[in-house]
């Protein structure tokens, strides 16, 4: 029986089983276990999985895209798209559980805090809703639309805004409690960011809490989280030309602070000192991922893998930009949003899995380490729950290939 004839004998036996007969027995699979594609945004591209590639729409970035969210005490997925919903998603039924219309449409993945979902809008509208109810409890406008995923620190709820400013937002009324606005140079820039981070440093008895975030002009501002004062900033992408934007948000890895130039390549700072300790001229990275000793960065049609300065393995693919990235044991798991799924090993970068070609995958992944569940969306607006349980058998595209430096 072929590969394309399993997968859809899969996808037909599957289609009347509740969600208890998706978890997978504890046993190793010969393949990338798919399990069966539901619609949940059919607006958020107009194409279809089975199309021929002239026919496909292909949004321009993948993050066009809301990522999944996964409530596991309410077996539901909360997720957004193109079609300006709000929805909960049944995975026991695969039924429209909640919805709600926004007034915009939901590019970045929602965050859950303690039954209060947080999101922002490509509008520029930041809202919270009750998670069990979808009721409004507040909401307020940016000055630009949010593509990024917010984070929250303490009581604040902290959200990039599109015309690269940074609001902190009460968790509880959302006011505004401050915001550092950082204009655009210009020269063309990319128009996405990633999510923020919130770097301690500790000098002296008090430590000092800042917000660490990329900007278009190629720097990385250092914004003290309680009063939105930019401290100070680190050039790191090549000032006064296009596509200089810090996109991939900064990592930290050994003491310090990793942080990517989309025009000019991965860099690591010392945050203390603000002494650039080594770099690596890899254009074109617009995300990156810390594990254990490794970093994994990656951008249009690759994915590289580093220890500390030292670039050990480099796939490359045909088209497409990936997705987030979910690391499991030896396994680095994503999307490409012109290309289909991959599985690769983290150590060597050889590809072991591939599988839909005819399928892009956007936005963020979302990833149950307690279930061994992968779930993704679709640039045609499908949800696909996934196995990561995996038993190492080759099954790679025939037209990629793993290189080595």
């Not at 004998?9 to 046993?27: G, H, K, S």
């Not at 900064?250 to 990517?260: C, D, E, H, S, V």
Request: with cysteine; proline share 5%; charged share 20%.
């Amino acid at each position: 029986m072929g590969r394309v004839t399993r997968i859809s004998w899969l996808f037909f036996v599957l289609f009347e089983l509740p969600l208890q007969a998706f978890v997978p027995p504890a046993q190793p699979y010969p393949e990338l276990l798919f399990f069966l594609p539901m619609v949940v945004d059919q607006q958020a591209c107009l194409g279809s999985i089975i199309a021929g590639a002239a026919e496909r729409c292909i949004p321009w970035t993948q993050r066009e895209v809301a990522g999944p969210l996964y409530l596991k005490s309410r077996q539901e997925i909360i997720i957004g798209g193109k079609s300006g919903y709000l929805q909960a998603f049944d995975l026991n039924t695969r039924t429209t559980a909640r919805l709600k219309k926004l007034q915009g449409n939901l590019i970045a993945k929602a965050l859950e805090h303690e039954g209060t979902l947080y999101f922002g809008l490509d509008s520029g509208v930041v809202q919270a809703v009750d998670v069990a109810t979808f009721k409004p409890l507040w909401q307020l406008s940016l000055d630009g639309g949010v593509s990024a995923p917010p984070v929250i620190y303490k009581d604040k709820l902290i959200v990039a805004s599109d015309a690269a400013s940074i609001y902190a937002l009460d968790l509880q009324k959302g006011t505004i409690l401050w915001v550092a606005r950082r204009p655009y140079q210009r020269n063309i820039s990319l128009p996405y960011f990633g999510a923020p981070l919130i770097f301690e440093m500790r000098e002296g008895a008090a430590p000092a809490h800042f917000v660490v975030y990329g900007h278009p002009s190629g720097r990385v501002d250092f914004i003290d989280v309680n009063t939105g004062k930019i401290e100070f900033n680190v050039q790191i992408g090549i000032a006064d030309q296009s596509f200089s934007d810090v996109v991939a948000a900064p990592i930290l890895f050994n003491g310090a602070i990793i942080a990517a130039g989309f025009n000019s390549g991965i860099v690591a700072f010392d945050p203390f000192s603000k002494t650039k300790l080594w770099t690596i001229a890899e254009k074109g990275i617009s995300r990156l991922a810390v594990v254990d000793k490794q970093i994994i960065a990656t951008g249009p049609k690759k994915v590289i893998g580093l220890s500390g300065q030292k670039i050990r393995w480099r796939f490359e693919f045909d088209r497409g930009e990936p997705t987030s990235l979910v690391i499991n044991r030896d396994l680095i798991y994503f999307g490409a949003d012109g290309n289909g799924f991959f599985a690769l090993n983290r150590f060597s970068g050889k590809p072991l899995k591939y599988l839909g070609s005819r399928v892009g995958f956007s936005g963020e992944l979302e990833w149950s380490k307690e279930d061994d569940l992968l779930f993704a969306t679709s640039t045609a607006g499908f949800l696909y729950v996934m196995s990561t349980r995996f038993n190492g058998n080759v099954q790679q595209k025939a037209e990629i290939a793993s290189k080595k430096n």
